[in-house]
C-alpha cells in the first residue's frame, strides 16, 4: 500500500511520532494560539448574532401575533438555510479554499441582523433569518478548517476551542436580550450591527493568515494518523459510521432545539417566571453547554473520540427523563448537568469524522455544522407544532427519550490516537 510505503513500519512508532510532532503538512508546525482565539472570537461574535434573533421569540410572538408553529418556522427558515448550504460550500472550499469568504458570509449576516431590527411583517422577520442563516453557511465550514490548520495537530483541541466561542455567544444572546433588547425594544437590535463589523475586521486579518498559508502548502494533505485511520476501514464499515454519527447528531440537536427554542416558553408556562427571569436561566444552560464544549476536544485527544461520544450523548439519558418531573430549582441542576454532557459530544463527533474521510475537513465540516442547523430548523417546527397542540411539558417528556439513540455509538469503530496501540498489538 502507498501509505505503508511513506510511513515506518511499526504502527506504534508512528503514532508516536505523529502525537508528539505537529503534522507539517496539516498545521503550520504548531499550534498557532492567536488564530485560533481570533476564530474563536469571531464565532462568540456570529453566534451573538444568532441568538439574539431566538432571544427575542417573546417579543416578536407579542408584537406580531404569532402562534408556536410560526416561532418554529422563523427557527426553521434561519437554521434551513445554514443546513442546506454548508456541505455544498465545504466541498466547494476544499477545493477552491477562498481564505475571503469568511467577511462575505459576516457581510450577510450584518444586513440580515438590521432588517430583523426594522421587520414590521412576518415576512420581514424570514428573509432577515434567512440571510443570517446563509452568513452561517458560509462562516461555519471555513472558520473550522481555519481551527484546524492551527491547531499543530490537536484537533479536538482546535474543534473545542472553536467550537466554545459559539457557544459562549449563545449562551451570552440571551443576557443581551434581557438587559438591552427587551428594554429598548426591537430596533435596538441595530446596535448590534457593530458586533458584525468587529467580527468583519478580525476575518478579514484571519484570511490573510489564511492565505499565506495555503501559499506555502501548510494546508495540504492529510496528518499520518488520519491516513492509518481510513486505510484501516473499508468504504462500507466508513459510511456505516458517518451513518451513526449523523444519528448521534440528530439525537444532540433535536433534544437541544427544545431547549433553546422553547425552554424560555415551559418556565414561565411551568413556573410562572417574568421573561427576563427565564432569560436568565437559558443563559444558565447555555453556559453550561459552552463549558462541555470546552472539556470534549481535549478529553478526545487524550483518551480517544469515540469513547467521549458514548459517554457525551447516552451519559445524558438519566437527567433528560427526570427533568419534566422536577422543581425549579432541580430544573436550573438538570440542565446544567445536561448542557455540560452533552455538548462534549459535538467537538468529538467532527474530529472522529474527519479523521474518517482525510482531506475533506470544509466538506464534513459543512455537513455536520449543516446536518447540526438543519435538526435545528426541522426540530423546531415540529416541535413548535407539537407544543400548539398538546403543551410545552408534552415536548419535554417526548424529547427525553432522544438520547437513547447514543446506544449506537457501540458500532462505531475505534480509530484515532487512544485506541491505536490496541491496534498495533494484532498481527
Known amino acids: 500500500m502507498a501509505i505503508e510505503a511513506k ?45 439574539l434573533i431566538m432571544a427575542i421569540y417573546p417579543m416578536l410572538k407579542s ?42 458570509g459576516m457581510g450577510s449576516s450584518l444586513v440580515g441582523l438590521l432588517l430583523m431590527a426594522f421587520a414590521t411583517t412576518y415576512w420581514m422577520v424570514l428573509a432577515a433569518a434567512a440571510l443570517i442563516g446563509m452568513g452561517s453557511s458560509v462562516f461555519h465550514p471555513e472558520s473550522s478548517r481555519v481551527a484546524r490548520l492551527a491547531s499543530g495537530g490537536r484537533h479536538g483541541l482546535a474543534q473545542s476551542v472553536f467550537q466554545v466561542g459559539g457557544n459562549f455567544g449563545t449562551a451570552i444572546g440571551p443576557l443581551l436580550a434581557a438587559f438591552v433588547v ?94 427576563q427571569s427565564a432569560q436568565i436561566y437559558l443563559f444558565i444552560f447555555l453556559g453550561a453547554v459552552a463549558a462541555g464544549t470546552v472539556i470534549g476536544g481535549p478529553i478526545g485527544d487524550r483518551i480517544g473520540t469515540r469513547r467521549v461520544i458514548w459517554w457525551s450523548i447516552l451519559g445524558v439519558l438519566p437527567f433528560t427523563l427526570l427533568l419534566p418531573y422536577v422543581d425549579l430549582f432541580w430544573t436550573a441542576v438538570l440542565s ?31 455537513l455536520f455544522f449543516g446536518l447540526a442547523f438543519g435538526i435545528a430548523g426541522i426540530g423546531a417546527a415540529i416541535l413548535g ?38 491496534r498495533a498489538k494484532r498481527p
Not at 503534522?23 to 503550520?28: E, K, L, N, V
Not at 472570537?41 to 448574532?49: F, T
Not at 410560526?70 to 456541505?87: H, N, Y
Open 7 to 51: 510511513t515506518p513500519a511499526p504502527r506504534r512508532a508512528k503514532k508516536d511520532r505523529a502525537r508528539h510532532q505537529a503534522p507539517s503538512r496539516d498545521g503550520t508546525g504548531g499550534t498557532v494560539v492567536a488564530v485560533l482565539a481570533a476564530i474563536s472570537v469571531c464565532h462568540m461574535l456570529n453566534d451573538v448574532i444568532q441568538s
Open 63 to 104: 408584537a406580531l401575533s404569532l402562534d408556536f408553529s410560526q416561532i418554529g418556522i422563523i427557527t426553521f427558515t434561519f437554521q434551513g438555510t445554514a443546513s442546506l448550504l454548508q456541505p455544498f460550500v465545504g466541498y466547494y472550499t476544499d477545493r477552491y479554499p477562498t481564505p475571503y469568504s469568511l467577511v462575505l
Open 182 to 275: 427587551l428594554p429598548f425594544g426591537q430596533t435596538s437590535l441595530a446596535w448590534f450591527s457593530v458586533v458584525a463589523l468587529v467580527a468583519m475586521v478580525l476575518l478579514a486579518a484571519i484570511g490573510t493568515w489564511y492565505g499565506k498559508t495555503l501559499k506555502f502548502g501548510n494546508g495540504n494533505g492529510v496528518a499520518v494518523d488520519e491516513m492509518l485511520a481510513i486505510s484501516s476501514l473499508g468504504q462500507s464499515q466508513v459510511r456505516r459510521s458517518i451513518a451513526i454519527l449523523l444519528a448521534l447528531t440528530f439525537s444532540k440537536q433535536f433534544y437541544l432545539v427544545s431547549i433553546t427554542s422553547f425552554y424560555i416558553f415551559y418556565l414561565i408556562h411551568t413556573f410562572d417566571l417574568t421573561v
Open 336 to 366: 446544567v448537568v445536561i448542557g455540560l454532557i452533552l455538548a462534549s459530544a459535538f467537538p468529538a463527533i467532527v474530529v472522529y469524522a474527519q479523521g474518517l474521510i482525510p482531506g475533506r475537513v470544509g466538506m464534513v465540516a459543512g
Open 385 to 422: 407544532w407539537v407544543a400548539d397542540h398538546t403543551s410545552i411539558s408534552f415536548v419535554y417528556h417526548v424529547c427525553a427519550f432522544l438520547p437513547a439513540i447514543g446506544l449506537l455509538a457501540a458500532f462505531l469503530p475505534e480509530t484515532g490516537k487512544a485506541p491505536a496501540h490496541r
